[in-house]
């Protein structure tokens, strides 16, 4: 049954493509709000490809569910519309009025191939849209997981700005740490801060929690295991910029800190880890007389 | 049978794992340690596992366990050149290895030994 609309519908599109083609951008160029030249040519290489491409499907195809294998060039032809669509910037809806607008000029056609068979027309409008509905949602889709990979990526640009792993001295790396520590944040700090102890070859690493808000027993937990990893590799920590609260806090918590070298300010720490490094600190003559 | 070869540098024995270490390897490391300890009156041993990619729970345990008899024997046991993966792994599996020194090279790891033996 939906064999032969599928097939009238392939013969409607590969007979009159140039027509539909240009009625189409034609409806499609009227509903985008920007336009821009190469915008423009892009589409309608697209859309002179879609055309051809839908043709054979219908053709070839036993099926008008667009998950099936045949729909797969199909498929991804969408995608790669969608795709660049949210690269430009492109609203959700105008993304899918590439596949709407097609729908207008199909329905004339097969008015048209059908004008005096009321049943066959209704049918053959009802089975076309339900296929160019599948379509359309399908761009929706694509254009919705290319925004969530956007938000992704951006999510993990923002993690690896917010954990920089700096080197004080020769031996002595500093890690301030700024913003809430969550798991996923604990394994990107954890891993920086071991490769930056591999490369630079530091003994001592600075984690100055100045920039935390809140320590609670999470937090503990994962500085606790970073301190633990950088150990194993041969590294020693010192906790530093602790606030009166915050130690409050781990006092109140229960947390073991006792193990770890804790400092108020980053100050304190750096000049313990000098001493540490063999590293001695003098105060030049002048400034201590003014003193 | 595969061994692990055990190197002694004056009173120091240096242990360089190559390979990945199975259950049974791991094991007759633990019988040859403790008996070159004894044999060679070493009061050192350097444990080097910068080519070790994977570890277990049963390897760490075991390191720990080798660290322990070597402190029992008398020799300071030094961990040194642990990769960042597997120091993550370690920490993930709740094994912090407290008790055993960790360097984080070779070099690193003999100067803490012959400090510690000055």
């Known amino acids: ?291 | 049978m595969e061994r692990i070869p055990i190197l002694r540098m004056g009173r120091l024995l240096l242990v360089t794992i190559q390979v990945d270490m199975h259950d049974r390897l791991a094991m007759t490391l633990q019988d040859d340690l403790t008996a070159r300890i004894v044999k060679d009156r070493a009061n050192g041993v350097l444990i080097d596992i910068s080519a070790l990619d994977i570890v277990d729970s049963f390897i760490g345990r075991m390191i720990s366990n080798t660290a322990a008899m070597a402190k029992i024997l008398d020799a300071d046991t030094v961990l040194v050149g642990m990769q960042p993966a597997v120091a993550i792994t370690l920490v993930e599996l709740g094994l912090n290895l407290t008790g055993v020194r960790t360097a984080l090279n070779v070099e690193r790891g003999m100067q803490m030994l012959d400090r510690s033996h000055e």
């Open chain 1, 1 to 291: 049954m939906s064999k032969d609309y599928s097939a009238r519908l392939a013969d409607i599109v590969s007979d009159n493509k140039d027509q539909l083609l240009d009625v189409w951008l034609a409806g499609l160029f009227s509903k985008l709000m920007r336009r821009d030249k190469a915008g423009d040519a892009e589409v309608r290489q697209k859309a002179a490809q879609f055309l051809p491409l839908l043709a054979d499907t219908l053709k070839k195809s036993e099926t008008l569910n667009i998950q099936s294998p045949e729909w797969g060039d199909l498929r991804q032809l969408l995608e790669e519309i969608s795709q660049s669509r949210v690269r430009q910037g492109f609203t959700p809806i105008e993304t899918a009025s590439f596949i709407f607008s097609l729908k207008e000029p199909l329905f004339d056609h097969l008015r048209k191939a059908l004008g005096d068979d009321s049943k066959q027309l209704a049918d053959s409008i009802a089975v076309t849209s339900t296929l160019f509905d599948d379509l359309g949602l399908f761009t929706v889709e694509v254009y919705q997981k290319a925004r969530e990979q956007v938000i992704l990526r951006q999510q993990q640009e923002l993690l690896e700005l917010s954990t920089p792993v700096v080197q004080l001295w020769d031996g002595i790396l500093a890690l301030p740490l700024i913003g809430t520590l969550d798991s996923a944040r604990t394994q990107v700090v954890m891993e920086s801060l071991l490769e930056k102890i591999v490369e630079t070859g530091s003994e001592i690493a600075i984690i100055d929690i100045t920039g935390v808000p809140t320590v609670d027993t999470l937090v503990a937990q994962h500085l606790l295991k970073t301190i633990a990893a950088a150990r194993l590799m041969g590294a020693d920590c010192i906790i530093s910029g602790i606030r009166p609260q915050i130690a409050q806090t781990i006092v109140h918590l229960g947390v073991n800190l006792e193990d770890v070298i804790t400092k108020s300010t980053l100050a304190d720490a750096f000049i313990i880890a000098m001493k540490r490094t063999g590293a001695s600190i003098n105060t030049s003559e002048s400034r201590q007389q003014r003193a």
